[in-house]
Each structure stands twice: as C-alpha cells, then as structure tokens.
C-alpha cells in the first residue's frame, strides 16, 4: 500500500541553524501539507500546497519557514535560523483531491530537537 | 478561531466492550470529518473519514455525524487492547482550503 515517507526520523540542531525535513507523498496525490504537534501539545496545520504554489499557510508559517518541491517526487520544509520552540514532530501528509474528498495521509514524521 | 473539542480521557474500556468517542465542533460551516488513531510517539493513521449527516461504518468503526448540533462520534466495536491509543478528530472547515483542524484527542485503554 502506499505511503508517505519522510527523513531523517529524528533530527537535532542547534538553535540559529537552518534545517531541512524531506517528504515524498504518495505518488498520485496532487496536494501536500506541513503539520507540526509540540510535545503533549494538538497537530498543529503549518501549509499546504498544490501546483508548485502554497495554496494556504497558518500564522505560524513565518518568515522562517519555507516549502519546495524540487523535483517530482520530493516535498521539503526548511526552517531557516531554528528556535528552541521550533522543537516538535513535523508531519508530513498529502492527499488526491480537494474539498470533499480530502482524506489526508501522514507520514511517520521527523522529530526535530532544537538545543 | 475553530475550535475542535474532545474529551481528553482517558477513556478505560473493557476488552470486547464498545467505546463511544465524541467530538464537537465550532465551524458550522464544516464540509469533512475525519478520526485518526495515533500511537503514543507515532503519527497520526486514518481510521475513517465522513461527509454526510448519519452513519458510516468501515469494520468495527463507525463514525456519526450530526451537522445541525456539530458533533461527530466514534464508535469502537469489540474493543481489543491493540485498540488502546489516542484518538484525534479532526475537521475541514469550509472557508478553509484543505486544511486541517485537529482536536486535542480523546486517549483510549482497552484492559483485557
């Protein structure tokens, strides 16, 4: 069955560092989104994209954070100058359509530590 | 702000018996309703997802949805102690694209 990938599971950085999460989606899904969940804490939406454009972003998608798809397989986040609250598992899901038929799939998720 | 709100649990359920899971939501205008199990340190899994008002069941599962009072349940069937997890429900609000809005989980133990 397919599924969403993600690496490196767990990533440690220190703060002011820029980081890079890697994502392949399921390989006929067209949408693509970022969530995060804090420790003990909901999951939280970051972004979603589509088209090779961010199609929505939540207030916590500052500056700092960016999404690419570099090639047609690759979905990235990266996180320019970490802080230690940026510390958290970020999900990675996608999904076929939009709207109604929305079901949205996860990957196992990176866990980043920021020191 | 939308919110999403579950009980936190934990919700302690005897191994064969029924859990019932409840969820309730702001958006009044809210399109999708979906369940994740989520495994203590893992990311969240898709157990069922629906969009019309009534019953759907997949298995064990069967979600229910009531728009005009804007609560969606879970319900477990011949509960098993793999079944012990947390269970996230999240919605797509309507003006929302495709976004996501999670609940805080209700956290399920399923004792033999």
């Known amino acids: 069955e397919p599924e969403v990938t993600q690496t490196p599971s767990h990533q440690v950085t220190q703060m002011g560092q820029e980081v890079i999460l890697r994502c392949v989606p399921i390989s006929n899904h067209l949408y693509f989104y970022w969530y995060r969940q804090i420790l003990g804490q909901k999951v939280e939406f970051l972004v979603s994209?589509?088209?090779?454009?961010?199609?929505?972003k939540s207030e916590i998608f500052d500056d700092q954070f960016s999404v690419e798809r570099p090639d047609g397989s690759n979905f990235t986040l990266k996180i320019r100058s970490t802080k230690l609250e940026d510390s958290a598992m970020y999900f990675c899901?996608?999904?076929?359509?939009?709207?109604?038929?929305?079901?949205?799939?996860f990957g196992p998720g990176t866990r980043l530590t920021v020191t | 702000q939308k919110e999403v709100e579950q009980n936190s649990g934990p919700l302690s359920v005897p191994e064969g018996a029924i859990a019932s899971l409840n969820c309730t939501y702001s958006?009044?205008?809210?399109?999708?309703f979906f369940w994740y199990r989520q495994y203590s340190g893992k990311s969240p899994e898709l157990i069922m997802f629906i969009y019309s008002n009534g019953d759907k069941e997949d298995g064990r599962f069967t979600a229910q949805l009531n728009k005009a009072s804007q609560y969606v349940s879970l319900l477990i069937r011949d509960s098993q102690p793999s079944d012990s997890a947390t269970y996230l429900c999240?919605?797509?609000?309507?003006?929302?694209?495709?976004?996501?809005?999670f609940g805080g989980g209700t956290r399920v133990l399923v004792k033999p």
């Open positions: 999240a919605v797509n609000p309507i003006a929302a694209g495709n976004k996501l809005t």
């Open positions: 994209f589509y088209n090779n454009e961010i199609s929505e």
């Open positions: 899901a996608s999904s076929a359509w939009t709207g109604e038929n929305n079901e949205q799939y």
């Open positions: 958006d009044r205008g809210s399109q999708s």
